[in-house]
Antibody, heavy 128, light 107 residues
Framework: EVQLVQSGAEVKKPGESLKISCKVS????????IGWVRQMPGKGLEWMGI????????RYSPSFQGQVTISVDKSMSTAYLQWSSLKASDTAMYYC?????????????????????WGQGTMVTVSS | DIQMTQSPSSVSASVGDRVTITCRAS??????LAWYQQKPGKAPKLLIY???TLQSGVPSRFSGSGSGTDFTLTISSLQPEDFATFYC?????????FGQGTKLEIK
């Protein structure tokens, strides 16, 4: 069974650093992109960025570029999302998700920015 | 960036009803649109991608259509477990973007 299991809820103070994790199982970690999505309390979904564990190629949404760092540990089949200095506005639920491998139709295939399997989410609360 | 706009923002319906949710892109995204369902306290779940391709395991009462800038998600006969918030997402260009969500409530 394909699973993405995220680390537990965190409560931090502004200015602190944090690294949350997403451990995958049930498939070859290095073959699929893994992304992160933010959901602030009572709000919608925001696409943050994505990483390819095979070579650590990473792409960030402009809104999150420079605000967070996405990384992987291939030996642990785990992806990470980290902050160097948290702000109260980082309070949110964070989801990791696996990118759909591809879409094929009429003999041609392409990749899509679609997530087919999601982790359960990690709630991050930043408060003084 | 491509903006995605869903309508309505919320809708009330009864079990057995047919419901349609609309999503509009600010520019042509061909057929590269996905729909997700999110229940309270749970992670989103992929329902449909490439505008009309049903994800494995998703009931056939869900269907998607559209291309270009206008898309729809239809639930043919609402079941009790369908009440949730639905999001569209353009999957055509970087960065991907979600609609603001449509909350489907029980009437």
């Amino acid at each position: 069974e394909v699973q993405l299991v995220q680390s537990g809820a965190e409560v931090k103070k502004p200015g602190e650093s944090l690294k949350i994790s997403c451990k995958v199982s049930g498939y070859t970690f290095t073959n699929y992109w893994i992304g992160w999505v933010r959901q602030m309390p009572g709000k919608g979904l925001e696409w943050m960025g994505i990483i390819y564990p095979g070579d650590s190629d990473t792409r960030y949404s402009p809104s999150f570029q420079g605000q967070v760092t996405i990384s992987v540990d291939k030996s642990m089949s785990t992806a990470y999302l980290q902050w160097s200095s948290l702000k109260a506005s980082d309070t949110a639920m964070y989801y990791c998700a696996r990118r759909l491998l591809g879409y094929c139709s009429g003999g041609s295939c392409r990749t899509l920015y679609v997530f087919d399997i999601w982790g359960q989410g990690t709630m991050v609360t930043v408060s003084s | 960036d491509i903006q995605m706009t869903q309508s309505p923002s919320s809708v009330s319906a009864s079990v057995g009803d047919r419901v349609t949710i609309t999503c509009r892109a600010s520019q042509d995204i061909s057929s590269w649109l996905a729909w997700y369902q999110q229940k309270p306290g749970k992670a989103p779940k992929l329902l449909i991608y490439a505008a009309s391709t049903l994800q494995s395991g998703v009931p056939s009462r869900f269907s998607g259509s559209g291309s270009g800038t206008d898309f729809t998600l239809t639930i043919s006969s609402l079941q009790p477990e369908d009440f949730a918030t639905f999001y569209c997402q353009q999957a055509n260009s970087f960065p991907p973007s979600f609609g603001q969500g449509t909350k489907l409530e029980i009437k």
